[in-house]
Nanobody, 131 residues
Framework: QLQLVESGGGLVQPGGSLRLSCAASGFNMDNIDYYGVAWFRQVPGKEREAVSCISASDGDGGTYYADSVKGRFAISRDSANNTVYLQMNSLKPEDTAVYYC???????????????????WGQGTQVTVSS
């Protein structure tokens, strides 16, 4: 059972930056490199939307970014720390949301963007962009 813990959220001014972390742990110390990982975000009254995805490390390392964050956000892996990061730059008020990381083993190479396609989820971290 993979366990995911997000951190790094907070309050930031427009134009600022944050780096979110998704740290993996589990009984067998599952290696997050074997899983496709995505960052989703959700605001009240709206569906959870995929922000960025990265394929499992045994694939081509492919990534996906929603149009709204292309050129501003970057997803990356840190194998030594069993962690996936989301670097968020040039933040806008419309980026305000609860951000979740999610992982899936079966679809790890496919870069799925639907929430139902991910088996493991973190608890979420709030990101607020406001002056």
């Amino acid at each position: 059972q993979l366990q995911l813990v997000e951190s790094g959220g907070g309050l930031v001014q427009p134009g600022g930056s944050l780096r979110l972390s998704c740290a993996a742990s589990g009984f067998n110390m599952d290696n997050i490199d074997y899983y496709g990982v995505a960052w989703f975000r959700q605001v009240p009254g709206k569906e959870r939307e995929a922000v960025s995805c990265i394929s499992a490390s045994d694939g081509d390392g492919g990534t996906y970014y929603a149009d709204s964050v292309k050129g501003r956000f970057a997803i990356s892996r840190d194998s030594a720390n069993n962690t996936v990061y989301l670097q968020m730059n040039s933040l806008k008020p419309e980026d305000t949301a609860v951000y979740y990381c999610a992982a899936d083993f079966v679809r790890g190479l496919l870069l799925p963007t639907n929430a139902y396609e991910y088996e493991y989820w973190g608890q979420g971290t709030q990101v607020t962009v406001s002056s």
